[in-house]
């Protein structure tokens, strides 16, 4: 079956399913990044499975937050590591995008990386299934906020250049405003009570979802004004800083 392009393009770069993308303009990436928490709700369907193995909850966690890395090719996690670097650095934008744009990772991203999964894991545990469904929604969400029209690229080539600046207004809100809404449907799940939650959950996992986007806004500020606008890693960044946010928030309200 032939998929739209702008969500072959979203599957393609945000997952590891298996899809043709047969068309790759601005036009594309402006739908792609707009239908980014769509990928997000399937990777959080197909990642959160873990959690319901029997045994200690902290291990079904480790698993899951493990499979949603393979599940995104651990991309964002890599981004993390990077903009932590550059940022890290202390050096002006140029010499901070070249830190990012190499392939080994210093000492400030090997911390970020363990305390961001640390956070993830034990969040995961204790917040449940629904709670990284709606994380992993949160986490694609904040892409379609960063390559909203107004948001340069830090650098005029690469995956923050394609995208930066095509999701138009009103796009951004209308997306999520659609996410809360399912968040707040995803609390009256049978997973969501399995978690302690209950009639709760439609109020947590909403506000879980708007605290990880905030988050998520938050580092997007600040990394326009160290490096200029976003990039791919500033992107990957966004999405795991959103992620965990999200999980920290339902964790401590669930």
Do not use: N
């Not at 890395?69 to 993390?80: I, K, N, T, Y």
């Not at 990284?132 to 690469?158: E, H, I, K």
């Not at 997306?175 to 009256?188: N, S």
């Amino acid at each position: 079956m032939r998929l739209p392009h702008g969500l072959s393009f979203a599957i393609g770069t945000l997952s590891v399913f298996p899809v043709r993308v047969e068309r790759v303009d601005r036009e594309v990436a402006g739908q792609a990044m707009a239908l980014a928490p769509v990928v997000g709700l399937a990777l959080g369907l197909v990642a959160g499975l873990p959690l319901f193995l029997p045994g200690p909850p902290p291990l079904g966690a480790a698993l899951a937050v493990g499979l949603l890395a393979v599940l995104s090719r651990g991309l964002h996690l890599d981004g993390l590591a990077d903009l932590a670097d550059g940022l890290g650095s202390g050096k002006p934008a140029a010499q901070a995008l070249d830190i990012m744009k190499k392939s080994d990772i210093g000492p400030f991203g090997v911390m970020t990386l363990v305390l961001t999964l640390v956070v993830q894991v034990a969040a995961a545990a204790g917040a449940g299934y629904a709670a990284l469904v709606t994380a992993c929604v949160a986490g694609r969400l904040a892409l379609t906020w960063a390559c909203r029209t107004g948001v340069p690229a830090a650098r005029p080539d690469g995956l923050g250049a394609t995208v930066a600046g095509t999701v138009r207004r009103p796009a951004p809100v209308l997306v999520t405003l659609a996410a809360l809404l399912g968040a707040a449907a995803g609390g009256l799940t049978p997973a969501s009570e399995g978690a302690g939650l209950g009639l709760a959950g439609t109020i947590v996992l909403p506000l879980g979802l708007l605290a990880g986007l905030a988050a998520a806004l938050l580092l997007l500020g600040h990394a326009r004004r160290r490096l200029g606008g976003i990039t791919g890693d500033v992107l990957g960044a966004l999405v795991e800083a959103a992620t965990a946010t999200t999980l920290a928030v339902c964790a401590i309200l669930g």
